[in-house]
DNA sequence: TACTTTTTATAACAACTGATTTAAAACGCA
DNA sequence: TGCGTTTTAAATCAGTTGTTATAAAAAGTA
């Protein structure tokens, strides 16, 4: 046949979304990938074809290990538990991460999606799963008393969507511990049955 | 004295908002913004001193624009009124954006900010006022029973800016607006006092 | 061992980047 | 009318951008 790759393609695409979720994709060359990667320029395009395939492929390998599992992982527990574990895992990723790189779907949501139809795409589709998530545990939760239905299981659905993208964007310039578990209070009190409403008076 | 400038200071500066606004930072090269300007790059450097000078300047001129007046605005209406009618125009901007540029100050949250300490700052402190605002409003209607006490000021004005950087966010990839104004809603009904409370266990 | 195929390394391509130099042009003041 | 000052225009700087051509190196198959 013929001579065989001499770098694995998942190691060195874990390196690449490392370069782009921190500097972003304008920001990150060839070079700097190929750098990173300890490749040339023309191993990186004979591999992947250009620039912009090389984001998708980092971005897609970044959903995978950032979503694949954990929502499946979240969905074994109890419903109402299900979604506070994960705003506090986020809350705690947020608070702990010193480069200030955030979310790479969601900086990708800002940096490129805009003008690139294929990545709105792939972005909003993943949101859509994330919403969809949120929304099941809703349901379960309204079925069996553990969440309140003054509202739809949509529409809050949607809030905690809404919620998780903002504390993502706030966290990039005010990670503060308060700030962040303070925002969250509210939002899961949303989610309390009617019955733990009268007792829920005193915040102090 | 010396020969007077040909061009407007602020007109040059609104389409510097424009480009930046639509395109991003590193997108935007001096030989774009002194195309749109009508300007050699000489010019600018002579005006503004740098690139990142000029975007400085423009983020101030956007921020003034869009938050100077418009807390005032709103601060003069009732205080449930004010938090409802700033996120409603917030959502029908975010739906009638047809160019997706979001907003400049979320923008800036993201691609800039992370890594200069100085936008970081100034980001971080508009952020800082809009949270007052926010605060003050509820504050305000708690005293007049208008807004919920069941969760502090402090909380639920976090939990309005978190809800508000996450509309602009995914007003970016799903300016859908059915998403939008359900997710709002139980965040309004958070807000609601708790004589309202029991009217208010039907959604459909 | 020779042939085929793919991956490498090196170099280069044209275009663009932020920024500056040079000199001409335009004003107010003396 | 000159003088001092600033803004312009045009060209240019060195460095970087994404991408590709060329050819050597490395493997399996015949």
Redesign the interface.
């Known amino acids: 046949m013929a001579r065989p790759r001499e770098f694995d393609e998942e190691k060195v695409l874990q390196i690449a979304v490392e370069q782009f979720w921190e500097q972003?994709y304008?920001?990150t060359s060839i070079r700097d990938l190929a750098r990173a990667m300890g490749l040339t320029t023309a191993s990186i395009y004979n591999a992947f074809g250009d620039k912009r395939a090389v984001y998708r492929r980092a971005l897609d390998f970044y959903v995978e290990q950032s979503f694949g599992d954990r929502v499946g992982r979240f969905e074994q527990r109890q419903p109402l538990d299900a979604i506070q574990a994960f705003f506090n895992e986020i809350i705690e990723r947020s608070l702990s991460d010193t480069k200030?790189?955030?979310c790479m779907l969601?900086?990708s949501?800002?940096?490129v999606?805009?003008?690139d139809e294929e990545f709105?795409r792939v972005?909003?589709e993943v949101?859509?799963q994330v919403e969809a998530f949120f929304r099941r545990c809703i349901e379960a939760g309204q079925k069996d008393g553990s969440i309140g239905?003054?509202?739809?299981a949509?529409?809050?659905a949607?809030?905690l969507?809404?919620?998780?993208?903002?504390?993502?964007?706030?966290a990039?310039?005010?990670p503060e511990k308060n700030?962040?578990e303070?925002?969250?209070?509210?939002?899961f009190?949303?989610l309390e049955p009617?019955s733990k409403?009268q007792s829920?008076?005193s915040?102090a």
């Open positions: 972003g304008d920001a200030r790189k955030g969601v900086n949501a800002l940096e999606a805009p003008h709105q972005v909003s949101l859509r239905a003054r509202q739809s949509t529409d809050m949607g809030t969507l809404g919620t998780l993208l903002g504390i993502r964007v706030l990039r310039t005010r700030l962040l303070g925002l969250i209070r509210p939002v009190a949303m009617e409403l829920d008076q915040f």
